[in-house]
């Protein structure tokens, strides 16, 4: 009998972890639209008018190549996208399994000059995401957001708390998807956590842009596992058929200077000397000249300087340290703003990668 309940435990659990596949959300990209009738110039009318989506407020159904003024509209995935005009809503709701942490990523564009936002809630969870600053030169980024479930199903929810005055000004959604995290745990190869950064957000594989870790102020569900993104602006997630990255299949782009930096708090013994070890190189994205990426471990520093012609390649750095708590914050950022050489625009950074504390005491077993 109970090897019967186990097995069909074992079964259950089974095809819950298959029924969830990470990937755009059912009609994520927005391709499936509303009816002819269901649409009053480009206003979406009604609740369920785009399939999969419940909508509220002032909604946009946008084809690829629509004009604005005097400005071409771009959709970065298929040929429609949606915009979301103030106090305008979309929602969905999906299987996911209670406890749980996943990460969010979508595609936005601003298309007035002015700062926006949107706020991305899992109930109870939120966060307001800021979308001031421009990194990519056709106006669509990337962002991340993370949350752990509370129920069997997510109610997701993207709202433009905007007041422009303009109905048109708000912000265009696209690419909606999803992924489960399996947030890493440190060894005794690696002191912290998700140190080569190869578990973090979706990559929609066709953008070529990235994805915008925003900053997170009371964050223990960070898209980035084991690291928190302090201060104001976002780091970026470089994935490796986009961009040059030093180790495995994903590296961190620090594209806001001193303002977006990356830190952990790792478990150490004072008194004891340490070795931080890290790989600082270019994301081969025309992000050109010389850079300096500055690590503390507790109150040791290391500058590290790169020299950057845009192409790719990296330099390994050693930040060797005694520690005087039990507790020891891991940083990084880099020192200047930089923009891409080929647009003039758009910021970049160092790229950061295959991060690793180890302890000296034993260099031989802690191999
Ligand atoms: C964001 O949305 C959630 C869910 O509707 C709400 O509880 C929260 O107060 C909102 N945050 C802001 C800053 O508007
Ligand atoms: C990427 O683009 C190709 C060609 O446009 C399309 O067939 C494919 O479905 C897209 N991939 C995703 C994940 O949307």
Not at 90 to 114: E, N, P
Not at 161 to 178: H, K, W
Not at 292 to 297: C, K
Not at 317 to 346: G, I, N
């Amino acid at each position: 009998m109970r090897a019967v309940l186990l097995a069909s435990a074992l079964l259950l659990s089974a095809s819950l972890a298959l029924a969830f596949k990470d990937g755009l959300l059912p009609n994520g990209n927005f391709e499936l639209g509303p009816r002819p009738s269901d649409l009053k110039g480009t206003e979406v009318i009604g609740r369920h008018a785009i399939p999969e989506w419940e909508l509220s407020g002032f909604i946009e159904y946008i084809k690829a190549g629509q004009k604005q003024g005097d400005m071409l509209l771009v959709v970065p995935e298929g040929a429609f996208a949606v915009r979301l005009g103030n106090e305008a809503s979309i929602k969905q709701r999906l299987k996911v399994q209670k406890g749980m942490y996943y990460s969010l990523t979508f595609s936005a564009a601003r298309t007035c000059a002015q700062e926006e936002r949107l706020n991305v809630s899992v109930a109870p969870d939120s966060g307001v995401l800021p979308m001031q600053t421009l990194y990519s030169s056709n106006g669509w980024d990337s962002y991340a957001w993370a949350f752990q479930a509370e129920y069997d199903v997510a109610e997701i929810v993207i709202h433009n708390p905007g007041e422009e005055e303009d109905p048109a000004c708000g912000p265009l959604i696209d690419s909606v998807a999803i992924k489960a995290l399996f947030p890493p745990k440190a060894t005794n190869k690696n002191l912290l956590k998700n140190g080569d950064f190869e578990e973090g957000p979706y990559v929609l594989p066709n953008t070529t842009w990235g994805v915008l870790i925003p900053p997170n102020i009371e964050d223990d569900h960070s898209p980035l596992p084991g690291w928190v993104i302090e201060s104001l602006k976002a780091v970026k997630y470089n994935d490796a058929p986009h961009f040059t990255v030093p180790q495995g299949r994903y590296a961190v782009e620090l594209v806001a200077g001193k303002e977006s930096a990356i830190a952990q708090v790792a478990r150490t013994v004072p008194g004891r000397t340490y070795t931080l070890s890290f790989s600082v190189g270019d994301a081969s994205n025309s992000c050109e000249g010389s850079m300096v990426v500055e690590a503390f471990a507790g109150k040791d520093t290391l500058k590290v300087p790169y020299e950057s012609r845009g192409k790719g390649g990296f330099k390994r750095a050693v930040l060797k340290f005694v520690a005087t708590e039990s507790r020891t914050r891991v940083m990084f950022f880099s020192t200047f703003y930089t923009t891409r050489s080929d647009d003039l625009a758009s910021l970049c950074g160092p790229v950061v990668d295959d991060v690793k504390l180890l302890s000296l005491r034993n260099p031989r077993r802690m191999g």
